[in-house]
């Protein structure tokens, strides 16, 4: 009897599987990614730039993530800008980078990329929810008050869907996008708060003014109306603004 193992047939899955982590495999694309987190749209020359990259190259690589679905472009005028796809490949993005990280974070090789690293890990953007250790205090607060459940998964509660209508808040439950999702902070390795009202709470603390972006990337900051406000809606305890701005994204 032929023993002999059988020709594996096609897996076409595998195959897109393999050709979205060779896509993702190279250090500009990757970098385009991670800059493109912050949720907002970029031109190919920002991101060249950004990079260290020639703008022919740029346009090459964004080509490829545009082809593969990762990300959309926009036309005004002479100006192309692209941004993430969506909320899913924010997230395939965030994954991935909090599975490439060492286990003990690396020492920081300058004093900007301290200030910057410092920042980000504070607070930030992640595609269009809070991330970094205050938006793991925020889901946490949520959390002890009841108005959020991790055991199961993320899920508000009656008193969390309270709690946004209360603010004035409103909720997306069109079910286009989850209404709430865990995702991994990829510094705090821990879930903060995503999906729809992830997103509906990011935009409505900018927008209140109790967080302002800080710097040119994706940091963001608690403001001083933001202090008061946080331990009024949460009962958190928050430092007052950071005294300068990072240099970099």
Do not use: K, N
Request: glycine content about 10%; hydrophobic content about 40%; proline content about 5%.
């Amino acid at each position: 009897m032929d023993r002999s193992p059988r020709p594996r047939p096609h897996d076409s899955t595998a195959a897109r599987l393999a050709a979205l982590a060779a896509l993702l495999a190279d250090e500009t694309r990757a970098s385009f990614c991670l800059a493109l987190l912050d949720g907002r749209a970029w031109t190919a020359g920002e991101l060249a730039r950004y990079a260290g990259v020639a703008p022919s190259t740029a346009s090459e690589h964004l080509g490829r993530l545009v082809t593969a679905g990762l990300l959309a472009e926009e036309r005004q005028g002479r100006h192309r800008y692209v941004r993430l796809a969506d909320e899913r490949a924010a997230h395939l993005v965030e994954e991935l980078a909090s599975q490439a990280l060492p286990g003990e974070p690396e020492a920081p090789r300058s004093l900007r990329a301290a200030s910057v690293g410092s920042a980000l890990a504070r607070g930030r953007t992640c595609y269009d929810h809070l991330a970094g250790r205050l938006g793991i205090r925020i889901a946490e607060a949520m959390t002890v008050r009841g108005l959020l459940r991790q055991d199961t998964g993320f899920a508000l509660t009656e008193a969390g869907l309270e709690w946004f209508d209360t603010l004035g808040i409103p909720l997306d439950r069109s079910g286009r996008r989850p209404l709430v999702r865990g995702c991994l902070d990829w510094t705090e390795r821990r879930p903060h708060l995503a999906g729809a009202a992830g997103a509906a709470l990011c935009a409505h603390v900018l927008e209140a003014g109790w967080c302002e972006r800080f710097g040119s990337g994706r940091a963001v900051r608690v403001t001083s109306a933001g202090v008061v406000a946080l331990s009024e809606v949460l009962g958190l305890v928050m430092d007052g603004p950071a005294p300068s701005s990072p240099s970099g994204d």
